[in-house]
């Protein structure tokens, strides 16, 4: 189930590029997201604010990851597996592969009603399982 959405994007004059945050009712003390997101100033925030920071770690250029990194960042995956779940189905049952709307403001709308049907079709299957 979808607990909290955020949109934003990188860029104020053209709000047509979406990332997406879902935070999960399970954990609510840690942050999930791919390389993309990694940065070390973020790492640090996270844990100034006491939030475990599941974004996969990235290897830079001559400092390729370590073992141990690997191995941290397959369990990370496990996670956001589960996570990056309801975007598959809604990409391709719904059909929202990209922003419909330029304002934002509509786009969270839109994506909101898609979160809210995904939420009762997946709370009507484990009310019948």
Not at 18 to 27: P, Y
Not at 51 to 58: A, E
Not at 78 to 83: D, Q
Not at 110 to 128: A, K, M, S, W
Request: charged share 30%.
């Amino acid at each position: 189930m979808l607990a909290q959405i955020l949109l934003y994007t990188n860029s104020p004059s053209f709000p047509t590029l979406l990332h997406f945050r879902v935070e999960s009712t399970i954990d609510e003390s840690s942050q999930f997201g791919d390389k993309g997101y990694f940065s070390d100033e973020k790492k640090r925030d996270l844990r100034k604010k006491g939030v475990y920071c599941g974004i996969l770690d990235k290897g830079k250029r001559d400092h390729p990851l370590s073992t141990r990194q690997k191995q941290r960042n397959k369990q990370k995956s496990r996670v956001r597996c589960a996570v990056e779940r309801p975007f598959a189905h809604m990409k391709k049952w719904y059909g929202y592969v990209r922003a419909r709307y330029v304002n934002l403001k509509r786009n969270d709308l839109h994506f909101t009603f898609l979160c809210i049907i995904y939420n009762v079709r997946r709370g009507i299957v484990l009310i019948e399982s």
